[in-house]
């Protein structure tokens, strides 16, 4: 028996070994960015687009060396450099053909207002009748239907002639962080969210039919959240609806009825975030970044279903505080990643394919905010009115999303950057401080990425294998001790 003993404590060390060995794969751990050749390391980027039609190709915003292009991901070229500033906060594309046939590329610059190119990045004009001084300060760029909106340090400007004159749209005053379209046909809903220190009662707000009368948004948000980033996905065929998210100091939120409520998303580290980027062609598919408090907590998260789920796919990221973050139109998906380290300088782009989450779709062909006729028509999405937001939510376990949200202390608002064409106008990130609210969750769909895995982990299979031989070890030592015996009477 003495000999069975040491036996079977020999196979169970050596399971319990091997299985604290080999780590649990998750969804996304095989997925390897590729480092491409480093941007100047100026400051950090804050806006990566790829080209509609060579989604290959990168352009990247940067504060100190202008717009840059990249080809190959091993030289970066300066696009504009005649014409355009040394610091720009963001890069914008169409993917439909504008009046001249390229589709036309717009930048935002840090005090020095909006540019805009039609022919493919090799002229460019610079457009700023109609902004004051504080909104030279250009920070986002929302294109739609014939117009232009931009989120400016003093409020959001609109624009239905492609940038020759600009109006003020509300907000003056408040340093809008990020303008998106929450619907682009009638009624059209604007959102916007804002990062400075002053807030008109939210920090997230709703406005309908361009008309500059702003509601704040506050149902399922917390009270203090900086906002970083707002993004409206393409209409989903089964609700036909564009799901809305925001990024900022207290997490990810998102919407199903054009922002009159809002939950929290969980199965996402407690901490904030600051770039999203949602699948052109699958409304399904979105990913999220997070710098991480500019230290090693930051990376990106990929969902499959609509923030239900999550899964990180930071493999091959050896700089994780990700400020910029964009997907392209192709299939699978092409993903252009900046993140910024302080300390060394760098500031280090990446690029992958993500294979393993393939878009169910086609990419919508376009905004035209020329104004140009031959436009395709847009998925129309359903109605809404902003005055009184009207409930469109299914049942509430059929949409992913957490369904009770508490609110939880966040970071504090990051102060306004300088109207001027400084390097230091970055914007501090909203991630340190941040706590998620802990909430239950719908359960996400069986066979999906994250939560809703059918598949058995790893190391319990290992253990199960384990006991298995256990057991048969133990028998044959048992069979063999029997005929060991001699029988009675021999």
Known sequence: MAVIARVTGAVALFILLFSAAVPIPAAGADLQWTELSHLPPTSPSFSVVSDPAAPTTAYAATMGSG???TDDGKTWHSVGAST??????RVA???AKGPDGPPPMYVGAAGAGFFKSLDGGQTWVVLNKGLVQGALNVRSIALGRGVILIATSDGVYKSTDGGKNWVPMGLQGFDVSSVTFAKYNPPVIVLAGIDGSGNPGSRLLGAQDLSGQWAPLKQGVPSDLVVSSIASGPVHQQDNLRTLFVAGSGGVYKSDDDGKSWAQLSGLPAQGFGALALSPADPNILYASS???GGAGGGVWRSTDRGGTWVGCSGGLNEKAVTALSVGRDSPATLFAVAWNPDKPAVVPYQVSDTQAQPQGSPEAGLCPEGNSDCPPL???SPGVIASFPQVLPSPCSSPIVTGVTTSPSGTAAPSP???PSPTAAVP???AGARASPSPTCPGPAGSGGGGRNDVPLAIALVIVGLLLLAL???FFIVRRRSEIPEQGS
């Open 418 to 420: 300088p109207p001027s």
């Open 67 to 69: 717009l840059l292009r």
């Open 379 to 381: 998925a129309a999405s």
């Open 291 to 293: 710098d991480g408090g």
């Open 93 to 95: 594309l169409d993917p």
């Open 429 to 431: 990130s909203a991630s």
């Open 84 to 89: 355009l500033p040394r610091n720009i906060w």
């Open 473 to 475: 070890v133990a028998r």
